[in-house]
């Protein structure tokens, strides 16, 4: 099948980018697999939606969760509903149907919004941590250093970042000619995937996208394990084991977050450009986890763990079956 599309959507010719058809194959070796694989990512997708909207939900609707920390949450799960409607109608046509054939326009307009939307997150998760050092650092200052003013800021920061260290990308791919097979062995359209398939000069290509990278996510992790630090300092230093304990347990959703979202991420990062002897299949199903799974879990992990919102989580469907059982009497 392989073989047939990238002789079927070759070019003798060097094809302008503008007159390009793309063909997603989903995961190569796994094809067999695409409806079986299909099932886990439904019930991600779903878990995505059901959990996000309803973190949304509740903090709209609660005036005691309009603090920052909650705010934040609600950014981040606004990003992962966007990132998540980005990457899994497509991806689910693909697995279920085989239609990968994506214009290069499309193509384009999703690769720059899947990493767009991931360094937004990232910035959105450093301003998570900033928020925690400020609260446990500098609890009298938290009121007057957070307040609306500089989280509309942090949000409008997070989201200029994102699209203008991703902006150059689609106009560095399009000055790019392809005159080999315009088959992608990708679940959807990742930035080296589509400059592997380039012919001429890609240097360009590939600089800016690591240090675009590099400037996410080393910057990001740095100072967040920077402001972790400081929090360490802070907590160690408090006489009672209660408030230590207390404090510590304001940072477990967040620390839980950071390693869900960065360690695919940096699995992916590393064993795209070192791993040269992974399998294929194996750097494809490790993006997809970095794309599939935070949006899904992170809100179950803030309902586990965040005692205000599991609340208010349990009070709604308490409130639901009550109605329920009223309709039925």
Request: glycine share 6%; proline share 5%; hydrophobic share 50%.
């Amino acid at each position: 099948m392989l073989r047939t599309l990238g002789q079927t959507m070759q070019s003798p010719n060097h094809t302008n980018l503008d007159s390009s058809v793309f063909f997603l194959l989903g995961i190569p070796g796994l094809e067999q697999f695409h409806l079986w694989l299909s099932l886990p990512v439904c019930c991600l997708g779903t878990a995505t939606i059901v959990g996000n909207i309803t973190i949304l939900v509740i903090v709209a609707t609660e005036p005691v969760l309009h603090k920052p920390v909650y705010l934040f949450l609600c950014m981040l799960s606004t990003i992962d509903l966007a990132a998540s409607f980005s990457t899994v109608p497509k991806l689910l046509a693909i697995l279920w149907c085989g239609a990968g054939h994506i214009s290069a326009s499309a193509c384009l307009t999703q690769m720059f919004f899947i990493h767009a939307f991931c360094m937004m997150e990232s910035t959105v998760l450093l301003a998570m941590a900033f928020d925690r050092y400020v609260a446990i650092c500098h609890p009298l200052r938290y009121a007057t250093i957070l307040t609306d003013t500089i989280i509309v800021r942090i949000g409008v920061v997070a989201m200029v970042r994102g699209s203008m260290l991703m902006l150059p990308c689609p106009f560095l791919i399009g000055r790019l000619s392809f005159c080999q097979s315009h088959v992608i062995p990708h679940t959807y359209c990742e930035h080296m995937a589509v400059v592997k398939l380039a012919c001429g000069n890609t240097r360009p290509n590939r600089v800016y996208g690591l240090t675009a990278a590099l400037l996410v996510i080393g910057v990001d992790l740095f100072c967040i394990g920077l402001s972790y630090i400081f929090i360490a300092r802070a907590v160690f230093r408090l006489s009672s084991h209660e408030a230590r304990s207390k404090a510590i347990g304001t940072c477990g959703s967040h620390v839980c977050v950071i390693l869900i979202s960065y360690t695919p991420a940096l699995f992916s990062f590393f064993t795209h450009r070192f791993g040269h002897h992974v399998p294929l299949h194996i750097h494809i199903l490790l993006a997809n986890v970095y794309l599939l799974f935070p949006p899904a879990l992170n809100p179950v992990v803030y309902g586990v763990k965040t005692k205000e919102i599991r609340e208010r989580v349990v009070r709604v469907f308490q409130k639901g079956q009550g109605t329920g059982v009223k309709a039925s009497e």
